[in-house]
């Protein structure tokens, strides 16, 4: 009696001839094949390096950062018109410092591209509804992304000194492009619930922290750069005359 035949199972499907990974057969070219993916990963951690290094001592919490004039709030997307809850944070960290005394002045920074879009504006309301004067608000609507943001902080508006305030994936980049735009900074990174979004905004960094430091190497022009704008000096002249606050 014969015994019946195991199945064959099917093969795996082959890959294409053109996307089969072909490595050298020399011992010379496994070398430089070792040798180039190790330069590619340096490459890869040089940006994320330099940032470490350039704010190394540069990051602080709302409780022990130095006082300072002025803060900036980067804009971080609204939903239904109201600043989106990583955007609120950041603002609440802004309005503590402020009734705290260890700022004067807040410049709120984001996109304002659209006539239906507008950071700032919302970021304005939402700082006044939480005590912070509107006088001590002044508003860059064409901060697009944190390299223009910064640039024109420094440009436009005549900050030398500031406290950032971000989330804490953000903020480290934020410093780095802020001293290399010309702007002395000090970097208040926000606590926020580690959900989705911020796992997203981490991995987001690791591909900004490249364009970052191409914006510290090349330092392009903003978006929209502009006539300067009195509007921090304005502000802190008027706080000046009511003491400070």
């Known amino acids: 009696m014969r015994r019946p035949r195991r199945p064959r ?19 010379t070219g496994q070398r430089r ?6 330069a590619g990963c340096v490459l890869a951690l040089l940006p994320s390096a330099w940032m470490f290094t350039v704010t190394d001592d540069r990051l602080r919490t709302a409780a022990d950062v ?11 997307g609204l939903w239904q018109g109201e600043p989106s809850p990583y955007l609120a944070h950041r603002l609440d960290a802004a309005a503590q410092l402020y009734r705290s005394g260890r700022i004067q002045v807040v410049l709120v920074t984001g996109d304002n591209s659209r006539e239906d879009y507008d950071e700032p504006d919302a970021m304005r309301a939402y700082l006044t509804k939480r005590g912070v004067p509107d006088g001590r608000i002044v508003s860059d609507y064409a901060g697009f992304d944190t390299w223009d943001s910064c640039v024109r902080a420094k440009k436009i508006f005549g900050v030398d000194e500031a406290v950032l305030i971000s989330q804490g994936f953000h903020i480290r980049r934020a410093v780095a492009l802020c001293q290399e735009a010309g702007v002395a900074s000090y970097g208040v990174g926000v606590d926020d619930v580690h959900d989705t979004t911020w796992y997203y905004g981490g991995a987001r960094e690791v591909m900004a922290a490249g364009k970052a430091l191409m914006d510290a190497v090349f330092e392009p022009d903003p978006t929209f750069l502009g006539p300067q704008e009195p509007g921090v000096e304005r502000a802190l002249a008027s706080a000046k005359q009511s003491g400070g606050q």
């Open 66 to 76: 130095p006082r300072t004039e002025v803060a900036v709030v980067f804009g971080a």
């Open 33 to 38: 094949a070792v040798q180039a993916v190790m």
């Open 9 to 27: 199972l099917p093969r795996p499907p082959r890959l294409p001839e053109f996307l089969r990974p072909r490595l050298p057969r020399t011992r």
